[in-house]
Structure formats: C-alpha cells, structure tokens
Antibody, heavy 116, light 110 residues
Framework: QVQLEQSGAEVKQPGASVKVSCKVT????????IHWVRQAPGEGLEWMGG????????YYAQNFQGRLILTEDISTDTTYMELRSLRSEDTAVYYC?????????WGQGTMVTVSS | QSVLTQPPSVSAAPGQKVTISCSGS????????VCWYQQLPGTAPKVLIY???KRPSGIPDRFSGSKSGTSATLGITGLQTGDEADYYC???????????FGTGTRVTVL
C-alpha cells in the first residue's frame, strides 16, 4: 500500500534552514499531489503549501512566502520541504500528506525544534 | 488567524450525540467541499469526512457531515470514549489559493 516516510527529527538554531524529506513508497510521486501541514506544540493544524500535478502549480501559504520551498525528485519519489530563516515559532511537527478528495494519507511527522 | 472558526470544545456523555460547527466564507466553504479530520493525541490526523458528506471506507456511520452556505457541521452519534480527540474542518480557499483548516474542537466524553 502507499506510504509516506518522513525524515527524522531536527534541531536547528534561529536563522538556520531545515529540509525535511517525504518519500513515497507503493506509488509514483509523479502521480500524486503532496502537501505540507505543520502543528506547533499545543496548537492546531496549519497548511503550508502543496503541489498540484494537474495544474503543474505549487501553492504556498502567505505566511511562508519567501521562506518556504517545496521541491520534488521524481527519480527517487521523494518530496522536500525547506524552511529558511527559522525562528522559535517554527518549532512544530511537520507532516507531508497526500491530497486527493481529502488529505487521506499522512506521513508520520517530523519534529523540528528551533532553539539557541 | 485561521479563516475557519470552530468551537474550542464540546462534550457529552457516552452514547449521546455531539455536533461541531465550522464557519467560513463564500471563498472557502461557500465554494468548495469540506473535509473533517480526527486527531488522537500524538498521532497524525485521519480523515473522517470528505466532499462535505462522504465517509471513507472504514469510517463508521456514527460520523456524518453536512454543509450549508458558508458553514459545515460534523455530527458524532453514539459517542464513545475512543472518540475523545481533536477535530478539524478543512477546505480550499479560492481567494487565497490556499488550504485552510479550522481552529479545532476538542471532544470530551463525560
């Protein structure tokens, strides 16, 4: 069955960048629309961005404009979320998720801690 | 900051019914389908409802969804202790060209 496998936890200093990977197994990434959602400790879900393969368009939440880069490596069925200029408020669990009629399949989540 | 508003919490006794509202605008709920997600502590969200009122296979019919105008509602009947979780609505916002989630509702079984 299709699974999304994310990279491990990260600890970063303020101002640094983090790059989280999400590998698709059981299907081809080129057929999928993968989005990213984050959740700060004790907070709700926040949509960050995602790729629509039908339109060939990558969408970003306004909150992350200029700091967030979503990329894909079709050859390895892996998608990446890079967040730059990290600040303490970026401490959160980051999820990749498949978008079909809903976000119906989720990765296990990657904890990113931003601390000096 | 979220564009979709939910009540912070709802509660009821086992076996009873709860409803969770999700209020948006003509740009999001008014134009697009709504999904509902259940998030148990320490786990990733799980979809309960898609296309506003459809249940994925494996989701019991105790869970139901509806949409009217710029609001959506999740209903849970026959409440069980295992239903204690956070619930989120979500949809696409056509003006923002962005996904949006509700503020989240904690369900407590008394």
């Amino acid at each position: 069955q299709v699974q999304l496998e994310q990279s491990g936890a990260e600890v970063k200093q303020p101002g640094a960048s983090v790059k989280v990977s999400c590998k698709v197994t059981g299907d081809a990434l080129s057929d999928l629309s993968i989005h990213w959602v984050r959740q700060a400790p004790g907070e709700g879900l926040e949509w960050m961005g995602g790729f629509d393969p039908e339109e060939g368009e990558t969408y970003y939440a306004q909150n992350f404009q200029g700091r967030l880069i979503l990329t894909e490596d079709i050859s390895t069925d892996t998608t990446y979320m890079e967040l730059r200029s990290l600040r303490s408020e970026d401490t959160a669990v980051y999820y990749c998720t498949r978008s079909e009629d809903s976000f119906d399949l989720w990765g296990q989540g990657t904890m990113v801690t931003v601390s000096s | 900051q979220s564009v979709l508003t939910q009540p912070p919490s709802v509660s009821a006794a086992p076996g009873q019914k709860v409803t969770i509202s999700c209020s948006g605008s003509t740009y999001n709920i008014g134009k697009n389908y709504v999904c509902w997600y259940q998030q148990l502590p320490g786990t990733a969200p799980k979809v309960l409802i898609y296309d506003s009122d459809k249940r994925p296979s494996g989701i019991p019919d105790r869970f139901s969804g509806s949409k009217s105008g710029t609001s959506a509602t999740l209903g849970i009947t026959g409440l069980q202790t295992g239903d204690e979780a956070d619930y989120y609505c979500g949809t696409w916002d056509s003006r923002l060209s962005a996904g949006v989630f509700g503020t989240g509702t904690r369900v407590t079984v008394l």
